[in-house]
């Protein structure tokens, strides 16, 4: 495993925290990484080869201990997921799930998500990216640290296929004003819940812990999806628009 601290890039969304890694993690980290890990390295994945298959590739980004991602691939296993994460114990306990559970398509990636989109994911071969509950940097120094930026967004917008979607939920609700003000400002993304709009909790996103931790902070949580402004004609045609939620109503 590469070490995701060591990288030119100076602002990160992420603080180099390695934590405790409990025995079952780093059994797991030990034992399963090669099996279900791929090494960062500067050149293009081929997907195809990567799971043994051509299947829709979903990206979930910052995945914590990878509930969202088990819950999906679980329930899809028609579909491959890359999982991302940079923090080694999420990523132990997410390996031992997967091996338990015998999912074969995920594969995990531990990383800084912006080098990965740069140098390792081909373009147009994404179908969804989920973005749950990224670190919300509260304070106003920090903001500069949020995940979600016009970097991101420009390196998302080259990897999705044509009819692709971008998943986002956070519980901070400066993050969403964040959010809604980055998308309106960009003609590359079309909101699918209409302009300025949240969208309605998706059914199918499990409710993971930092998800819990905002109810319980009594946060409200703010879910928007994207698909590539590009096809807003025909998107508008097959009325898949979702009902619209206003942010702060
Ligand atoms: C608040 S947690 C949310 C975890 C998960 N998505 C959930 O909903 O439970 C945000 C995660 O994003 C990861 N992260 C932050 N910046 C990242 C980056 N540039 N590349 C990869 N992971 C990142 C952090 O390590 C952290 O685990």
Not at 40 to 57: C, G, I, N
Not at 97 to 110: A, D, G, S, T
Not at 114 to 124: A, D, F, T, Y
Not at 148 to 158: G, T
Request: charged residues 25%; aromatic residues 10%; contains cysteine.
């Amino acid at each position: 495993m590469n070490d995701p601290g060591k990288q030119s890039r100076s602002i990160r969304s992420f603080v180099r925290r390695e934590g405790r890694l409990t025995k079952a993690q780093k059994f797991a980290l030990n034992n399963y990484w090669d099996k279900y890990g791929i090494d960062y390295d500067p050149s293009l994945l081929d997907f195809e080869k990567l799971f043994q298959r051509r299947a829709p590739v979903i990206i979930d980004i910052g995945v914590g201990t990878g509930e969202s991602t088990l819950q999906h691939a679980r329930q899809h296993p028609e579909n491959n997921y890359l999982a991302i994460e940079v923090h080694r114990p999420g990523i132990g306990q997410l390996l031992n799930k997967i091996e338990i559970e015998l999912l074969h398509n995920v594969k995990i990636i531990q990383h800084d998500v912006i080098e990965v989109l740069k140098n390792q994911i081909p373009n147009q071969c994404i179908t969804q990216f989920f973005i749950f509950f990224p670190d919300p940097w509260p304070k106003k120094r920090h903001h500069k640290r949020r995940l979600i930026n016009k970097e991101l967004m420009n390196l998302i917008k080259h990897k999705l296929v044509r009819h692709g979607r971008l998943h986002i939920a956070t519980d901070w609700e400066n993050y969403a004003e964040h959010i809604l003000e980055l998308f309106s400002n960009n003609n590359d993304y079309y909101n699918l819940a209409g302009d300025s709009n949240c969208c309605p909790r998706p059914n199918w996103r499990v409710e993971t812990r930092y998800e819990s931790r905002g109810y319980k902070l009594k946060h409200q949580v703010w879910n928007f999806c994207y698909g590539l402004a590009g096809n807003l004609a025909e998107i508008k045609s097959s009325k898949e628009s979702i009902e619209a939620n206003s942010l702060l109503s």
